[in-house]
């Protein structure tokens, strides 16, 4: 049995008389492909107006986050939405959230070298490392409870045992 009569087969009979035509299963299947693989406008419209909206979740890294936008740039491209590179750039600013990030969104905003979202992609990946740095450092100048030194004049002398009132009951 042959993969065209298997999948003649499997169809109505109303596309079976359509899909006959074709003489092998490779052009049979390239023809049911053209015919239905197409996107339809009500998809389209949805994945369009679900990547305009795309917020920073904030379970996700910065990482994670333009991940997903390009997974959706591409899914777009697929499906013959071409965006330009500007839009590109400005949906993923929009994206990002105003409180902890809307100096960066201004200056990558009104930077005309960022065009392309592989820039502003390489951008905040960058700034993600200096806030990590940042924050690095700051621990490091925080001093935690429990971890004082007394004082160099209250020490105790481990070898003779005399301490600071010891010492002084010995003049």
Same mark, same amino acid.
């Given at each position: *049995?042959?993969?065209?009569?298997?999948?003649?087969?499997? *169809?109505?009979?109303? =596309?079976?008389?359509?899909? #006959?035509?074709?003489?092998?299963?490779?052009?049979?299947?390239?023809?049911?492909?053209?015919?239905?693989?197409?996107?339809?406008?009500?998809?389209? /419209?949805? =994945?369009?107006?679900?990547?305009?909206?795309?917020?920073?979740?904030?379970?996700?890294?910065?990482?994670?986050?333009?991940?997903? *936008?390009?997974?959706?740039? =591409?899914?777009?491209?697929?499906?013959?939405?071409?965006?330009?590179? #500007?839009?590109?750039?400005?949906?993923?600013?929009?994206?990002?959230? #105003?409180?902890?990030?809307?100096?960066?969104? =201004?200056?990558?905003?009104?930077?005309?070298?960022?065009?392309?979202?592989?820039?502003?992609?390489?951008?905040?990946?960058?700034?993600?490392?200096?806030? #990590?740095?940042?924050?690095?450092?700051?621990?490091?100048?925080?001093?935690?409870?429990?971890? /004082?030194?007394?004082?160099?004049?209250?020490?105790?002398?481990?070898?003779?045992?005399?301490?600071?009132?010891?010492?002084?009951?010995?003049?």
């Amino acid at each position: *049995m042959s993969a065209r009569f298997t999948m003649l087969s499997c *169809m109505h009979d109303n =596309l079976i008389r359509e899909y #006959e035509k074709y003489p092998t299963a490779k052009e049979l299947w390239e023809g049911s492909k053209v015919a239905y693989s197409s996107t339809s406008a009500t998809r389209l /419209r949805a =994945l369009t107006l679900r990547f305009n909206q795309y917020v920073l979740d904030p379970k996700h890294s910065m990482i994670q986050h333009l991940n997903v *936008m390009k997974d959706m740039i =591409l899914e777009l491209q697929n499906s013959g939405c071409d965006l330009s590179d #500007e839009q590109q750039v400005l949906v993923v600013l929009r994206s990002l959230p #105003e409180q902890t990030w809307g100096y960066v969104k =201004l200056v990558l905003t009104h930077n005309e070298q960022i065009k392309k979202f592989d820039s502003v992609t390489s951008h905040l990946k960058l700034e993600v490392k200096r806030r #990590e740095s940042e924050r690095a450092q700051q621990d490091a100048f925080v001093a935690h409870a429990g971890q /004082r030194m007394p004082p160099k004049d209250k020490c105790w002398n481990k070898s003779t045992g005399a301490g600071p009132s010891h010492s002084q009951s010995q003049k």
